[in-house]
């Protein structure tokens, strides 16, 4: 079983500056994914970051880049140079060895602020 | 490639009808998901399959039948609709190339059972 906790509800950062999302993970799998999903307005969930947990370098796309700390099961999403079009909802998951079971965190609501 | 896509996209129903959302995908993808997304809340596997014929309970599977009859098709079928049952429902698929840890979603369907 696996379980994602983010424990920031909202957060609000101004444009072009960087803002760290955090969330942290629970699992009993010994090899796992772990995402950060973006959903706007539009409820389209958009892939942002993706980090193998067997891989101890930090995932990096573009302005995202991921903090992630294994034996603290954490894992932080920082965006630079903020964008407005960046505001949305931001949901962690963990995924098992297979893939079969995606556990969402609760999201964090991201506003960018002009 | 049209991706995941979903029908329909709002529906309303009330307590005790039966409706099938469908979902397809041309990716040739062999995993298929149903996700329910309540208010304020992350997404919660309902079923999923890893093939034609091959179907498995996720989280939260209670309300919901599923079958995979196709590659291309998963319909998830709510036999007697409650109102606990109403939600964002997406579909996701993934492969078995590639980033075979990532699940691509279609765009939702929003259920509101009366």
Known sequence: ?114 | NAGVTQTPKFQVLKTGQSMTLQCAQDMNHEYMSWYRQDPGMGLRLIHYSVGAGITDQGEVPNGYNVSRSTTEDFPLRLLSAAPSQTSVYFCASRGLAGNTDTQYFGPGTRLTVL
């Open chain 1, 1 to 114: 079983a696996q379980t994602v906790t983010q424990s920031q509800p909202e957060m609000s950062v101004q444009e072009a500056e960087t803002v760290t999302l955090s969330c942290t993970y629970d699992t009993s799998e010994s090899d796992y994914y772990l995402f950060w999903y973006k959903q706007p307005p539009s409820r389209q969930m958009i892939l942002v970051i993706r980090q193998e947990a067997y891989k101890q370098q930090n995932a990096t796309e573009n302005r995202f880049s991921v903090n992630f700390q294994k034996a603290a099961k954490s894992f932080s999403l920082k965006i630079s140079d903020s964008q407005l079009g960046d505001a949305a909802m931001y949901f962690c998951a963990c995924s098992n060895n297979a893939g079969n079971m995606l556990t969402f965190g609760g999201g964090t609501r991201l506003m960018v602020k002009p």
